[in-house]
């Protein structure tokens, strides 16, 4: 079976308009079948090319964005294709206003928004398109596109919660890095030549270091690329290697502190998510299908498809949770009261909104306790560097004075 792909096409819509687009699917032909079918002659039909993807600069936070804005307009009373153009003339970057404008006129040529959205699977996923398409069908759409928006707004909060845990700490040590390298390089050297001149033993501290320093000098070029050589391997191995990631997601959930906000995050993205799609009216069992993929962790993503079997079986949703031993206990309560009452949506939003402000007060307290970390990694790694070029010159001093 062929390997499905994204195709960039260009054709002519049931009133003889021009349209343009994107679809996924695994042969050229297929994807003229499948647009046939949704009343598209496709002129043109060609696999999209990595390096020239023209949507590339189009983010999580301006799909939320424009989510927002076309729940507010909506709920306004604006027309639906109106408040496209809106939105559109509003943004202030051209490849989210194209997009805009290419979703608007797919609407206006007859196909509804869902079918719109779908049409551009690297901005718009299946959980999107499918929330869309049951606000659609329930009449409540601008009801759906609020929920969407807030359902962005606050995945992507999240995710720039667990990105500043991580960009901070590795910012740091990249900077030290790069000084001790330039250190190494440019400064030690100026005191090797100065020591030439002294005639006396050296400290085996100095000697050490103008060691490195010799070292790096001849080999700095290597190092850099082996450095980058190993990064780049690791994330080429783990982007094709399932069982790598699993072994890593595992491994990362049993880290000191940062483990905690993983775990934290994942309870967190699955209350959110199964709150969103369930009050949505999509069947629980297919919500949880949604939900697996979003959790942003695979242990928790192999819990919630084992959740999703048994939830098929009959058995309640909360028992299922509690038989994966990786859910906190308050979760399990509260959708256990969620279930009893008929108000789970609520119960998992009170969870999520609970959980993702423990993932804001646990980063705050991992910079706060990063901070001295990687001072004093700093001072050990500069001050040393010094340190060794001085001491010479300190004992230089005390034999001049005696």
């Known amino acids: ?140 759409l601008e009801t759906m596109l609020d929920r969407i928006a807030t359902y962005k707004e606050k995945t992507e909060s999240l995710k720039a919660k667990m990105r500043k845990a991580m960009i901070y700490p590795v910012a740091v040590l990249i900077v030290a890095f790069i000084v001790s390298g330039i250190l190494l390089i440019k400064v030690v050297p100026q005191f090797q030549d100065v020591f030439a001149g002294f005639g006396a033993d050296l400290p085996a501290f100095t000697l050490f270091i103008i060691g490195i320093s010799e070292f790096v000098q001849q080999w700095w070029l290597a190092i850099v690329l082996g450095v980058v050589g190993v990064i780049g391997g690791f994330l080429a191995i783990r982007k094709r290697s399932k069982t790598l990631r699993d072994k890593l997601d595992r491994m990362i959930l049993k880290v000191p502190v940062a483990g905690n906000i993983v775990k934290k995050s994942a309870v967190a993205r699955f209350a959110r998510t199964l709150s969103t799609t369930f009050a949505a009216g999509v069947p629980l069992v297919d919500a949880l299908t ?83 970390i990687i001072m004093a990694v700093l001072g050990v790694l500069v001050g040393g560097l010094i340190i060794a070029m001085y001491l010479p010159i300190f004992q230089l001093g005390s034999v001049v004075g005696a």
């Not at 928790?300 to 038989?323: E, H, K, P």
Request: charged share 25%.
């Open 1 to 140: 079976m062929a390997e499905s792909a994204i195709f960039v096409w260009e054709g002519t819509d049931k009133q003889g308009r021009k349209t343009k687009g994107e679809i996924t699917s695994s042969t050229p032909a297929i994807a003229k079948a499948e647009l046939r079918r949704q009343g598209i002659v496709a002129k043109k039909v060609r696999k999209k090319g990595k390096g020239l993807s023209r949507g590339g600069s189009v983010k999580p936070a301006d799909i939320a964005l424009f989510t927002r804005q076309m729940a507010t307009m909506m709920r306004a009373g604006v027309p639906l294709v109106q408040s496209f153009d809106i939105v559109a003339d509003g943004s202030d970057k051209p490849k989210v206003a194209e997009l805009i404008r290419a979703v608007r006129n797919d609407v206006s040529g007859g196909n509804n928004f869902a079918t719109a959205l779908r049409r551009h699977p690297l901005q718009f996923d299946d959980l999107f398109c499918n929330l869309v398409d049951a606000g659609e069908q329930s009449g409540a």
């Open 290 to 372: 949604s939900v697996a993929g979003s959790t942003g962790n695979s242990v928790y993503s192999n819990a919630v498809l084992q959740i999703r079997d048994d939830v098929s079986t009959g058995q309640q949703l909360n028992f299922s949770m509690r038989n994966t031993r990786v859910f906190p206990n308050m979760v399990i309560q509260m959708v256990a009261i969620g279930e009893e009452a008929g108000a789970l949506d609520d119960m998992l939003d009170k969870s999520a909104n609970y959980y993702e402000e423990q993932v804001d007060n646990a980063v705050d307290g991992l910079t706060s306790l990063m901070e001295p």
